[in-house]
C-alpha cells in the first residue's frame, strides 16, 4: 500500500499519537480523561482531519466482536452471581498440602479460569482468595501474585474469549473455536506447567520455610508504590473492577493493615474467632481461612448428610405440588446458569457464531433470572465497548496513511513463519509492540500484514501466523508489570485490599517476567510451529 498524501500521513500521525499516549498514559496531566475517552477522542481525530470519513469511521466497527465483548460480561457477571468464583477461591486451599501446593492450584485455577471468563476477570475475584493463602501459611503475597496474573494471562491465550486480542483474532481470522483451542492447547499447558516450576523455583526458600510475621510486614511495608500508567485496556479494566473503590485506603493505613494481618500466629483462638467474625463484615468476596482446615474436612459428612435430608424433603414438596424453600430455589437457579454457560462453551466448541451465541446466552440468563436485568447490565463495563470503537476507527484511519504498511515490507523479509528465524523476528517484533502499544492495537495493526504474507505460503501458515499472534501478544503481558491489565488489577487489588494489603512493586514483578515470559513463548512457538 502507498503512501497516503503527505498532509494525512502528518495528521493521521498526531491523531495515532494522540490515542497512543491517552492509552498507555490515562492519568496524564495535560489530559486526565482516561483511556476510554482517549480512544474515542483519537478516532474523532481522524475524522475531524479528513483522514478517514464518517461512513468509513462507521464501517471500521467491528459489531461481531463488540457483540462478543457484551455477552461474555453479561455471562460472566451472572457467573459471578451464582458463586462460581467464590468456589474456586476455595478450591485453592481445600486439603492443601503446603505452598508449593499452593502454588500449583493457583496456576491451574488462575489458567483455567481465564481461558473461559477472561484473565481479568479472573484476577479480580480471585487476588484476594491468594492474599488470604499467603496470609493463612503466613508468607510474603509476591510469589502467589506473580502466580495468578503469569497464569492468567497465559491460560487465556487458549481460548477466543480468554482475552480481548483474541476475540479480534478469532473474529478476523474466522478460526473455529475448536480449532483455536486445538491450535494452542499444547503450548498453553506446557506454558502453565513450566511457569510453575519457574515460580517454584525462583521462590524455592521463601516456600519452603515461613517467614515470621515481623519479617513479611517489614517486605511489604518498603515496597514503595510506583504510579503505574495503564496499558491498552488497563485503565478501563481497573476502573470496572474496583468493587468499592470508596474503601480503598491510603499507603500508610496499608502498612499498618499489613503489620496486623500477617501477625496472627499461633494466637488465643478466641483472637482467632474474632478476627475472623471482624473480617466477615466486609462485603469482599473472600475466603476466610483463620479456622484450620482439618476442621472444616471433619464436618463434610456431616454437611454431605444434612444435604441430603435437605434435598429429599425439598424434592417430596416439590413433587406434591408445594411450594419449596428460597434456598432452594437460589441453588436450582445457580444450577441452571452453570448449564447455560456450559451450553453456550458447547456451541462455541462446535463451530457456531461466536458473538451470537454468547449474546444468546446472555439473554437466557437474563430471562432465568427473572427479574429486572437492569441492575446487573449496570455492572457490563460500557467504557471498554467504547474503548474498542474508538480503537477500531484509530487503528484503521492509521493504517489508511499508508505508514504500517511501509514498515511491514521492510519486517516482511525477516519475518517468515515458515522459518525459524522469521518466527524469532516476529515474535520479537509482537512482544515489544504489545508493550509499548498494547497487545490489542499490536494485533490490529500487524494483524492483517501477518496474515496475508503467510497466506501466500500456504492456508495452513496463514493459520499458524494468526496463533502464533494470539500467543505471543498475550503471553508478552508478563513480561512487565505495565504489560497487561491482570497484572495491574493484581498489584492494585492487593495494594488497595483493607485487611490484607500488599504491594507488589515493577522490578520484582520484573525479575521473574523477563526470565518467564522469554522461557515460555520461546516453548510455545516450537509447539504451535510443531
Known amino acids: 500500500m502507498a503512501l497516503a498524501p503527505t498532509i494525512n500521513v502528518v495528521l493521521g500521525s498526531i491523531a495515532f499519537t494522540v490515542f497512543w499516549v491517552l492509552v498507555v498514559f490515562p492519568a496524564v496531566r495535560f489530559l486526565p480523561i482516561g483511556s476510554g475517552a482517549g480512544s474515542l477522542l483519537g478516532a474523532t481525530l481522524m475524522v475531524i482531519f479528513g483522514v478517514i470519513s464518517p461512513q468509513q469511521a462507521y464501517d471500521a466497527i467491528d459489531l461481531p466482536i463488540l457483540g ?32 508449593k501446593d499452593l502454588i500449583f492450584r493457583i496456576c491451574l485455577i488462575s489458567a483455567l479460569s481465564s481461558a473461559f471468563f477472561t484473565n481479568d476477570t479472573t484476577c479480580v475475584v480471585l487476588t484476594e482468595f491468594v492474599l488470604n493463602v499467603a496470609r493463612q501459611h503466613n508468607l510474603p503475597p509476591h510469589p502467589f501474585l506473580l502466580a495468578l496474573a503469569s497464569s492468567a494471562n497465559i491460560g487465556s491465550s487458549v481460548t477466543p474469549i480468554g482475552n480481548p486480542q483474541n476475540l479480534v483474532i478469532a473474529v478476523q481470522s474466522k478460526i473455529p473455536f475448536g480449532k483455536f483451542l486445538l491450535g494452542l492447547l499444547p503450548a498453553v499447558l506446557v506454558g502453565v506447567f513450566v511457569n510453575t516450576l519457574i515460580i517454584i523455583a525462583a521462590f524455592w526458600k521463601i516456600l519452603q520455610t515461613p517467614k515470621n510475621a515481623e519479617s513479611v510486614a517489614s517486605e511489604g511495608a518498603h515496597s514503595h508504590p510506583v504510579k503505574t500508567p495503564s496499558n491498552g485496556l488497563n485503565s478501563v479494566n481497573i476502573e ?81 405440588g408445594k411450594e419449596v424453600s428460597e434456598k432452594w430455589k437460589h441453588i436450582n437457579w445457580k444450577i441452571c446458569v452453570y448449564l447455560i454457560t456450559m451450553g453456550m462453551l458447547i456451541a462455541l466448541v462446535f463451530g457456531l457464531n461466536m458473538s451470537w451465541t454468547a449474546i444468546t446466552a446472555a439473554l437466557a440468563l437474563i430471562v432465568l433470572d427473572f427479574k429486572d436485568a437492569r441492575p446487573s447490565l449496570a455492572k457490563v463495563s460500557y467504557s471498554i465497548l467504547i474503548f474498542f470503537c474508538g480503537m477500531f476507527i484509530t487503528v484503521d484511519g492509521f493504517n489508511r496513511t499508508g505508514i504500517p504498511s511501509k514498515l511491514w515490507e521492510i519486517m516482511k523479509p525477516y519475518s517468515r513463519v515458515d522459518h525459524v528465524g522469521g518466527m524469532a523476528m516476529l515474535s520479537l517484533v509482537i512482544l515489544v509492540l504489545s508493550n509499548l502499544v498494547s497487545n490489542v492495537p499490536t494485533v490490529l495493526l500487524l494483524g492483517g500484514q501477518v496474515a496475508a504474507s503467510a497466506a501466500a505460503s500456504s492456508p495452513s501458515e496463514e493459520r499458524k501466523a494468526w496463533l502464533i499472534l494470539a500467543w505471543v501478544s498475550t503471553v508478552a503481558g508478563n513480561l512487565t508489570l505495565l504489560g497487561s491489565a491482570a497484572n495491574l488489577i493484581v498489584c492494585e487489588q492487593a495494594r488497595h485490599s483493607p485487611h490484607l494489603a500488599y504491594n507488589l512493586t515493577f522490578w520484582r514483578h520484573l525479575k521473574f517476567g523477563v526470565p518467564s515470559t522469554l522461557i515460555v513463548i520461546a516453548i510455545g512457538l516450537l509447539l504451535i510451529r510443531g
Do not use: C
Request: a negative charge; aromatic letters at 10%.
Open 240 to 320: 470496572i473492577n474496583s468493587l468499592e473503590s470508596s474503601r480503598i485506603i491510603d499507603t500508610s493505613k496499608d502498612v499498618v493493615d499489613l503489620d496486623e494481618s500477617f501477625n496472627f500466629q499461633q494466637k488465643e483462638e478466641t483472637e482467632s474467632l474474632e478476627s475472623s467474625e471482624r473480617l466477615d463484615t466486609t462485603k469482599h468476596l473472600v475466603i476466610y481461612l483463620d479456622e484450620p482446615f482439618q476442621k472444616e474436612e471433619t464436618r463434610i459428612p456431616e454437611r454431605f448428610e444434612t444435604g441430603k435430608k435437605e434435598f429429599t424433603t425439598q424434592l417430596k414438596l416439590f413433587l406434591a
Open 68 to 99: 462478543l465483548l457484551f455477552g461474555t460480561m453479561v455471562v460472566t457477571i451472572y457467573l459471578e452471581r451464582a458463586d462460581l468464583f467464590k468456589y474456586l477461591g476455595k478450591l485453592l486451599a481445600w486439603k492443601s498440602r503446603g505452598a
